[in-house]
């Protein structure tokens, strides 16, 4: 079986880089975890979805909370389009804004 493959958009790769170290390698190992077992087999705490195709990757650090937000492309290959810092309970709708219109623009 092919293995799934997770990349970073470069505007989300910016994006992890300006979060702390801890959350990095969260978001790092997540990815990890999504490669080894595919999404049907990694939920929560780590995933969830959410909504028009979106899942998300759920980091928890010293200095608060961060989200990554991907999609399914094709061919288990799986792609990570933002990457932000949760300020509110729910996930702000520009940041999914923002996640579907890099995955309509690949740059």
Avoid at 24 to 46: N, S, T, W
Avoid at 84 to 92: G, N
Wanted: glycine share 4%; hydrophobic share 45%.
């Amino acid at each position: 079986m092919t293995p799934w493959t997770v990349t970073f958009h470069p505007k989300a790769e910016q994006e992890l880089l300006a979060l702390p170290a801890d959350m990095q390698a969260r978001c790092l190992r997540i990815a990890e975890l999504l490669e080894e077992f595919g999404p049907q087999r990694v939920g929560m705490p780590h995933v969830r979805p959410l909504g028009a195709k979106l899942w998300e990757m759920r980091m928890q650090g010293r200095d608060g909370i961060a989200r990554a937000v991907y999609v399914a492309v094709q061919d288990r290959h799986l792609r990570v389009l933002h990457v932000f810092v949760k300020k509110t309970e729910a996930t702000p709708r520009n940041a999914m804004a923002a996640a579907l219109n890099r995955l309509e623009s690949p740059q």
